[in-house]
């Protein structure tokens, strides 16, 4: 990451891709938010999680939609997300979630048993309102549509169900998929589909090649309030804006041109991170 006053030197990391945040960072936007400018390959004109198993679409959407269950950091634990705990009968065939009660959409609205429904719902009947187009993540990962899933239910504010027509070992794991992010869904004044999360981002800015996410909640200590995603062509085009002082952290597909200082963490999805400080 570039620092404030402009000293730069190249440091690259090998992490999980979809582990981003929360990043420490200084002050360096115009308002002084603490931001980081992040460059991608290519930038979604706008946010669904569920039109892409990886890549772009997977890692900004994470910052925005919460999951049932999530991945602990960079590695491969689970642990609870918006379910706070499960259960699954003798047959292996019913998964009961009983979720949080202090979850509320970015506008306050609260998230309840029946918005996790809907927004599986859009996923499972692609000629329903507001479905995703294309609707990847939901064929890809539930072998089909509907695939292994028979039924949804909400039977009260706080459970959700998912009745299987077998059993299926790897759900957690699928559930913690960002595709399988809880949005809230409407139609915004142009007639699109507009999309509500509740995670620690929401969307402040969304056009071609440049969407930027502000913190959805008050920032503690010297942590990121403000993420920039903006598309970067190549590596050259990267070092350059490096150099310039206005990209931090670039994602390119492949090994960078630079790999000095090169470090690795765990992690199931890696992506390569270039940070400059």
Same mark, same amino acid.
């Given at each position: 990451?570039?620092?404030?006053? /402009?000293?730069? =030197?190249?440091?690259?990391?090998?992490?999980a891709?979809?582990?981003?945040?929360?990043?420490?960072v200084?002050?360096?936007?115009?308002? /002084?938010?603490?931001?980081?400018?992040?460059?991608?390959?290519?930038?979604?004109?706008?946010?669904?999680?569920?039109?892409?198993?990886?890549?772009?679409?997977?890692?900004?959407?994470?910052?925005?939609?919460?999951?049932?269950?999530?991945?602990?950091?960079?590695?491969?634990?689970?642990?609870?997300?918006?379910?706070?705990?499960?259960?699954? =009968?003798?047959?292996?065939?019913? !998964?009961?979630?009983?979720?949080r009660?202090?979850?509320?959409?970015?506008?306050?609205?609260?998230?309840? *048993?029946?918005?996790?429904?809907?927004?599986?719902?859009?996923?499972?009947?692609?000629?329903?309102?507001?479905?995703?187009?294309?609707?990847?993540? !939901?064929?890809?990962?539930?072998?089909?549509?509907?695939?292994?899933?028979?039924?949804?239910?909400?039977?009260?504010?706080?459970?959700?169900?998912?009745?299987?027509?077998?059993?299926?070992?790897?759900?957690?794991?699928?559930?913690?998929?960002?595709?399988?992010?809880?949005?809230?869904?409407?139609?915004?004044?142009?007639? /699109?589909?507009?999309?509500?999360?509740? /995670?620690?981002?929401?969307?402040?800015e969304s056009?071609?090649?440049?969407?930027?996410?502000?913190?959805?909640?008050?920032?503690?200590?010297?942590?990121?309030?403000?993420?920039?995603?903006?598309?970067?062509?190549?590596?050259?085009?990267?070092?350059?804006?490096?150099?310039?002082?206005?990209?931090?952290? !670039?994602?390119?597909?492949?090994?960078?041109?630079?790999?000095?200082? *090169?470090?690795?963490?765990?992690g199931?999805?890696?992506?390569?991170?270039?940070?400059?400080?």
């Amino acid at each position: 990451m570039r620092s404030c006053d /402009g000293r730069a =030197s190249g440091l690259v990391f090998l992490l999980a891709l979809l582990g981003l945040v929360p990043l420490l960072v200084t002050p360096c936007a115009a308002d /002084g938010r603490r931001e980081v400018r992040v460059g991608l390959p290519t930038v979604p004109a706008s946010l669904d999680p569920a039109t892409a198993i990886s890549g772009p679409t997977a890692l900004i959407s994470r910052q925005v939609f919460d999951t049932l269950v999530r991945y602990h950091g960079g590695g491969t634990d689970l642990e609870p997300g918006l379910a706070t705990r499960w259960t699954i =009968s003798a047959d292996g065939l019913t !998964w009961t979630f009983t979720l949080r009660e202090d979850v509320t959409f970015h506008d306050g609205t609260p998230l309840g *048993a029946r918005d996790v429904l809907a927004s599986f719902e859009r996923l499972r009947f692609p000629d329903r309102p507001h479905a995703p187009n294309p609707d990847v993540v !939901w064929p890809a990962l539930f072998r089909g549509l509907p695939g292994v899933v028979k039924e949804l239910q909400a039977p009260d504010a706080r459970t959700f169900q998912m009745i299987l027509v077998q059993p299926y070992a790897p759900l957690l794991t699928v559930l913690a998929h960002p595709g399988f992010g809880v949005v809230r869904a409407s139609t915004g004044a142009d007639g /699109g589909t507009l999309l509500m999360g509740s /995670g620690p981002f929401r969307i402040a800015e969304s056009g071609p090649g440049r969407i930027v996410l502000d913190a959805a909640r008050p920032v503690v200590g010297n942590r990121v309030e403000r993420l920039v995603f903006v598309e970067v062509a190549d590596d050259a085009d990267a070092e350059a804006a490096f150099a310039a002082g206005t990209l931090d952290v !670039w994602l390119p597909e492949g090994p960078p041109r630079r790999q000095e200082n *090169a470090l690795s963490t765990p992690g199931t999805r890696v992506g390569l991170l270039v940070w400059q400080t």
